[in-house]
T-cell receptor, first 113, second 112 residues
Framework: DSGVTQTPKHLITATGQRVTLRCSPRSGDLSVYWYQQSLDQGLQFLIQYYNGEERAKGNILERFSAQQFPDLHSELNLSSLELGDSALYFC????????????FGPGTRLTVL | DQQVKQNSPSLSVQEGRISILNCDYTNSMFDYFLWYKKYPAEGPTFLISISSIKDKNEDGRFTVFLNKSAKHLSLHIVPSQPGDSAVYFCAASGGSQGNLIFGKGTKLSVKP
């Protein structure tokens, strides 16, 4: 158990809909990272938050947004969903300093029908 | 353009033998390289990392070697066990915020 929690584990929805994925980082970790893993793809970095502030953006679509709350949990909002958004979405948190390792949650599997 | 590449989608090894997983990268500014292991329906689990200023790091059965001139790293697992069967991802960290850039993974199968 990495100490990072994600809910829900599975989500099935229709095209055009909006969903929210939730992540709680490990106790004491201020950074939260979101990644997407599509079929046959490695994990793609989407966005990072540090202590409530956006710090870095990767390949995140404009239809997607995220935020980190004062209790450090984070939410990833996906809107106007398309079939191609079906993927595994992982959240990770990171120890301050360290050697770069991030600790991943179990992921949310999103299926868009 | 992929900055981190794992060119072997799969690898099969006999139990007790050595498993060698390879990874190539293009960006010489990466400062850490990491290996993650992933089982189906679970998140990636951190295995081992290496700083760009080192050429070897060892942790139990796992050793990572870094060849900076070739922009190549490898993960050695000795001896391999059936429980090591999983997808292994190579990742690099180089941005100031520490986001990871992953390869597409290599599926390791260790046969009893």
């Amino acid at each position: 158990d990495s100490g990072v929690t994600q809910t829900p584990k599975h989500l099935i929805t229709a095209t055009g809909q909006r969903v929210t994925l939730r992540c709680s980082p490990r106790s004491g970790d201020l950074s939260v990272y979101w990644y997407q893993q599509s079929l046959d793809q490695g994990l793609q970095f989407l966005i990072q938050y540090y202590n409530g502030e956006e710090r870095a953006k990767g390949n995140i679509l404009e239809r997607f947004s995220a935020q980190q709350f004062p209790d450090l949990h984070s939410e990833l909002n996906l809107s106007s969903l398309e079939l191609g958004d079906s993927a595994l979405y992982f959240c990770a948190s990171r120890l301050a300093g360290g050697t770069g390792e991030q600790f991943f949650g179990p992921g949310t599997r999103l299926t868009v029908l | 353009d992929q900055q981190v590449k794992q060119n072997s989608p799969s690898l099969s090894v006999q139990e007790g033998r050595i498993s060698i997983l390879n990874c190539d990268y293009t960006n010489s500014m990466f400062d850490y390289f990491l290996w993650y292991k992933k089982y189906p329906a679970e998140g990636p689990t951190f295995l081992i990392s290496i700083s760009s200023i080192k050429d070897k790091n060892e942790d139990g059965r796992f050793t990572v070697f870094l060849n900076k001139s070739a922009k190549h790293l490898s993960l050695h697992i000795v001896p391999s066990q059936p429980g090591d069967s999983a997808v292994y991802f190579c990742a690099a960290s180089g941005g100031s915020q520490g986001n990871l850039i992953f390869g597409k993974g290599t599926k390791l199968s260790v046969k009893p």
